[in-house]
T-cell receptor, first 111, second 113 residues
Framework: QQQVKQSPQSLIVQKGGIPIINCAYENTAFDYFPWYQQFPGKGPALLIAIRPDVSEKKEGRFTISFNKSAKQFSLHIMDSQPGDSATYFC??????????FGTGTRLQVFP | NAGVTQTPKFQVLKTGQSMTLQCAQDMNHNSMYWYRQDPGMGLRLIYY???????DKGEVPNGYNVSRLNKREFSLRLESAAPSQTSVYFCAASRGLGNYGYTFGSGTRLTVV
């Protein structure tokens, strides 16, 4: 019940495409859903986060869509660029507990 | 501000050797974490410290020990390194448990031969 299931494991798109990464959870107590971006040789960095009181949040070309009834949330990258090539992790937490991370998606954006 | 600083960046150990990975944060955050990252396995939590003076086991604590030396520093010790501990280790810090973003260090790449 504490798991966050992330898919796909890897994703290849061309420049300008809209990659979508999906995450699903079971614990209905989760109320914070961040996404992290990790470049090779670096630590993960917080990209964008959403709380369940909204269904969508945009920051630049990055959008989180949240479906509370389906217990799913996804990351969309608009007009993807080769510089977006990285590993993306979704995560979730509840109240005063630590984050639970998904297993990551390696995204490659080709020119 | 440096954020979260990890040392060393690279290390090669022989099986059975011991070492301590150091982590320090300058954000005055209460909670700190140690993760390991292996290909296809994502980030797995080894130990965490919710606040100064407390430590708790995570998902994969066997073979490791930790010390929350003070609010700034959280070290990870391998008492007798094994090849299975070859990994990239990340330290992270957050204001507290729950709905706070984590700031990660740049990692330590450890190889045990």
């Amino acid at each position: 019940q504490q798991q966050v299931k992330q898919s796909p494991q890897s994703l290849i798109v061309q420049k300008g495409g809209i990659p979508i990464i999906n995450c699903a959870y079971e614990n209905t107590a989760f109320d914070y859903f961040p996404w992290y971006q990790q470049f090779p040789g670096k630590g993960p960095a917080l990209l964008i986060a959403i709380r369940p009181d909204v269904s969508e949040k945009k920051e630049g070309r990055f959008t989180i869509s949240f479906n509370k009834s389906a217990k799913q949330f996804s990351l969309h990258i608009m007009d993807s660029q080769p510089g977006d090539s990285a590993t993306y992790f979704c995560a979730a937490s509840s109240g005063t507990d630590k984050l639970i991370f998904g297993t990551g998606t390696r995204l490659q954006v080709f020119p | 501000n440096a954020g979260v600083t990890q040392t060393p960046k690279f290390q090669v150990l022989k099986t059975g050797q011991s070492m301590t990975l150091q982590c320090a944060q300058d954000m005055n955050h209460n909670s700190m974490y140690w993760y390991r990252q292996d290909p296809g396995m994502g980030l797995r939590l080894i130990y965490y410290s919710a606040s100064e003076g407390t430590t708790d086991k995570g998902e994969v604590p066997n073979g490791y020990n930790v010390s929350r030396l003070n609010k700034r520093e959280f070290s990870l010790r391998l008492e007798s390194a094994a090849p299975s501990q070859t990994s990239v280790y990340f330290c992270a810090a957050s204001r507290g448990l729950g709905n706070y973003g984590y700031t990660f260090g740049s990692g330590t790449r450890l190889t045990v031969v």
